[in-house]
């Protein structure tokens, strides 16, 4: 699983941004954890935004 750093390294945009932005979603979906928002977005049928590297760890 990659980082919120090197996420921001990817996107040319600073770790903080990540986190800030992460936190937003978490708020709008009522989630606190990553395992908490890709269970939100199986129950919601979203999960064809959910990378699969993630679906597989089961979480």
Do not use: D, F, W
């Not at 939100?40 to 049928?45: R, S």
Request: proline letters at 2%; charged letters at 20%.
């Amino acid at each position: 699983m990659n980082s919120n750093k090197e996420i921001a390294t990817k996107l040319c945009l600073s770790h903080r941004t990540i986190e800030n932005r992460l936190q937003r979603i978490y708020e709008k979906t009522g989630v606190t954890s990553l395992s908490g928002l890709i269970e939100y977005c199986h129950t919601n049928g979203l999960n064809h935004y959910v990378p699969k590297n993630l679906l597989r760890q089961g979480v």
